[in-house]
């Protein structure tokens, strides 16, 4: 906006108003008395101007040729929104293309669709511009009286309607556009996905089991069919939101007027109220208890979700139920342990059995097994019992192993016998190293 010489006052190029953010202050230098402030009623013309003395400065603009002592009056100037460059069409445009221009441009900055910061303050801006475009009394006089020529005219600053019943009146739900907002609210809505605790032993886990478990969760009502309202009652339209399930709040604040879009909390966003159910308070859905058949397939682990689908938790107005989710937790086994696909054991061997070799009685998932230990087993080997472990998870023909440790147990104390025995068998251990040719 520029600002020139008007004979003894400066005077703004266009409409200029008096309260408006940001101000930019401008020292008349042309007056060495100050001006008395004067207030226009109507719509300003636009050679028209608005003085207000103001006690503090916010921004000084001072001539760059010479400094003034004394202050005259100052000019409060706001850089007014363009409308035309909002939407990108020329002030010559017709309805058909500001129409264009708001229908692309509202299509890229829903913010239903557009995640940037900043693209829901874009679209209300795109929407105030093309309701007062669209109207041709609304733009006859913001062409020749700018903002504040709309303010004289009775429409304020908040005073603009909702963005989304003006992009809804000319998409109509079109193309999926409506994306959360009204065409959706009444909509059916799933169920909630409900979440279960199954402790099982550890054998069970390994070959799989049937349990028979109870949960609790919310199924339809009854009595209102899953609507919510008392039966013999009709839903009427929500008095606070217009039955738009949206109510605008407007805010004037120093940096600007800020709208803001958010659900009615008088009828939950529906845009309808009704006389609740008795039986579930208008939710439209009540807790029961039920018992489920569930089968656990082998090879589960702990942390193991099984999903058993439509036993959630029920829909709204008829919404599909959620899933519900089985997470398995393992009891330990005293004496075997798991890694994964395969079964770990430890077992005691005397060193005699290490040297000459034995067979155990070896416990497993599937029973006692006998298991070799080759003679000269060395402390802390790992035999494999092949295809004795956890089966794979929906492959049951398909198994880990058992590894079995070796431990082997030195005795601390010796008999009498037992000690001449080892050291006749030392003695003829150091003959053997010491002969030629020797081999062990």
């Known amino acids: ?26 020292e008349n230098r042309l007056l060495s008395y100050p001006m008395r402030p004067s207030r226009m009623n109507g719509p300003l013309s636009p ?5 207000q003395r103001e006690p503090a400065l916010t921004h000084n603009v001072r001539s760059p040729q010479r400094s003034c002592s004394k202050r005259g009056s100052r000019l409060i100037v706001r850089a007014e929104t363009d409308y035309y460059s909002v939407l990108g069409v020329s002030k010559n445009a017709s309805k058909a293309d500001i129409k264009s221009a708001y229908r692309k441009l509202a299509r890229s900055y829903h913010p239903d669709v557009n995640k940037e910061p900043g693209a829901d303050q874009k679209f209300k801006e795109i ?30 600053m908040g005073d603009f309607s909702n963005p989304f019943d003006i992009f809804e009146s000319l998409f109509g739900g079109m193309g999926g ?22 402790t099982l032993d ?24 899953g609507s919510g309202a008392k039966p013999g009652t009709t839903p009427t339209k929500c008095s606070a939101c217009g039955g738009q399930g949206q109510v605008v709040s407007a805010a004037r604040t120093p940096l600007g007027v800020f709208q803001q879009v ?31 058949n569930l089968k656990v397939p082998a090879g589960v682990d702990s942390g193991s979700r099984l999903r058993v689908r439509s036993e959630g938790n029920a829909g709204r107005r008829g919404g599909p139920p959620g899933d519900l989710y089985v997470v398995i937790n393992i009891l330990p086994d005293p ?43 060395q402390p802390g080997t790992t035999l494999v019992m092949a295809k004795k472990g956890v089966p794979v998870l ?47």
Request: aromatic share 6%; hydrophobic share 30%; net charge positive.
């Open 394 to 440: 929906n492959r049951p023909n398909m198994r880990g192993d058992q590894l079995v440790k070796v431990q082997v147990q030195i005795p601390k104390r010796l008999s009498n016998d037992e000690r001449k025995l080892i050291e006749e068998l030392a003695n003829l251990s150091k003959a053997t190293a010491k002969a030629p040719n020797s081999w062990r």
């Open 202 to 225: 550890f054998k069970d886990a390994i070959f799989g089991v049937e349990k028979e478990i109870d949960i609790s969760r919310l199924e339809q009502c009854g009595t209102c069919n």
């Open 127 to 156: 929407s105030n511009a093309y309701e007062v475009l669209s109207d041709d009394e609304k733009r006859s006089i913001y062409d020749r009286y700018g903002e504040a020529g709309l303010k004289g005219a009775g429409m304020g």
């Open 1 to 26: 906006m520029a600002v020139f010489p008007c004979g003894t006052t400066w005077a703004a190029r266009s409409g200029v108003h008096e309260l408006f953010m940001p101000r930019f202050v401008v």
């Open 335 to 377: 004496v075997l342990q798991r890694d994964d696909r395969n079964i770990l054991y430890t077992c005691n061997i005397s060193y005699i059995d290490a040297i000459l070799g034995t067979t155990l009685k070896v416990p497993t998932v599937d029973g006692i097994v006998d298991l070799r230990v080759p003679s000269g087993t």
């Open 47 to 51: 050679s028209s101007c608005s003085f």
């Open 177 to 198: 556009m409506d994306m959360g907002r009204r065409g959706s609210r009444n909509r059916p809505t799933e169920g909630e996905d409900q979440v279960y605790n199954l």
């Open 262 to 292: 958010s659900g009615c909390s008088a009828c939950g966003g529906t845009g309808e109220t009704s006389t609740p159910c008795s039986t579930c308070s208008g939710d439209g859905r009540v807790r029961k208890s039920k018992r489920i």
